[in-house]
């Protein structure tokens, strides 16, 4: 894909995403009326989900016919090699409860890589996006990563999901707190990204997770001058990854402490 046809693609989905969480933000704030079912252990979906996931797949595909679309909750479509990559509410156990911590993410992954990003949070009414060379921005204006290097004045976010054991869980958040690191569970892995390409968190780490909810984060965190661990692997579509993302100059202290 060339740089006109990305710079397009990019333009289009910061469109969507706003569309979407204005459609997301509608429901969270009737949320009582709102169709709720599960997935599986503390995993659920709603109808907000749902329908802002057709509304980005219509929108996207219209435009963009050739690419291929994965949703979290319509699975793949098309067979085209650019794919678009959804997740229409991260943060979906915030959203049904009312906590205002969620977003709606769209990237656009080619050949293994991420191209282009965007996650609104429409609470915040925040606009996080990155293009691959092309800076990552925060409603417009750039971002970048904290560049602290003392662990002991950092914060990192951390996710967890019953889609993994729990055991190391409790052993990860420990090691984290005998470095003299501060954590955060927030509860959206996507803005966990985010956040820390906009320098409010040192790094994000969860042991799984998967690609819908980070496909837009991962550029963002890249082009903010983040350090990615290797996300993108040949199975990562169908078996997720575990993801950690931080400045740099604590990138290799957190992965020492979540490898031993
Ligand atoms: C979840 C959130 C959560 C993370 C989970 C994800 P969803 O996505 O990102 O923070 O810990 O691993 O599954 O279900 O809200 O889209």
Redesign the pocket.
């Known amino acids: 894909m060339d740089s006109d046809q990305l710079e397009q693609r990019a333009r289009v989905a910061a469109t969507v995403v706003r569309e979407a969480g204005a459609l997301a933000l509608d429901y969270f704030r009737r949320r009582g009326d709102l169709r709720i079912d599960s997935?599986g252990l503390q995993?659920?979906?709603s109808q907000a989900?749902r329908e802002c996931e057709d509304l980005i797949f219509a929108r996207l595909s219209e435009a963009f016919p050739a690419d291929s679309f994965l949703g979290?909750e319509g699975g793949l479509r098309g067979t085209g090699s650019a794919m678009w990559v959804v997740?229409?509410?991260?943060?979906?156990?915030?959203?049904v409860r009312g906590i205002p911590h969620?977003c709606v993410s769209i990237g656009l992954i080619e050949d293994g890589r991420a191209l282009c990003g965007v996650l609104y949070d429409p609470v915040a009414d925040e606009l996080f996006a990155g293009v691959a060379g092309g800076g990552a921005t925060l409603n417009g204006t750039p971002i970048g990563v904290t560049g602290e290097t003392d662990i002991r004045k950092t914060r990192v976010g951390i996710?967890?999901?019953f889609?993994t054991p729990v055991a190391p869980h409790p052993g990860d958040i420990h090691a984290l707190l005998d470095a003299g690191c501060e954590y955060l569970?927030?509860?959206?892995?996507?803005?966990?990204l985010a956040y820390t390409a906009a320098g409010r968190l040192d790094g994000y780490f969860?042991r799984?997770?998967?690609l819908?909810?980070?496909a837009g984060g991962l550029i963002i965190v890249a082009e903010a001058g983040g350090r990615l661990s290797d996300f993108m692997t040949s199975d990562v579509v169908a078996e997720g990854n575990e993801i950690l993302v931080a400045t740099p100059g604590i990138y290799d202290q957190l992965r020492g402490l979540f490898d031993a």
């Open positions: 997935k995993d659920m979906v989900d979290e997740d229409p509410i991260d943060g979906t156990a915030n959203f969620w996710g967890f999901s889609r569970r927030l509860g959206s892995g996507a803005l966990g969860e799984h997770i998967n819908w909810d980070v």
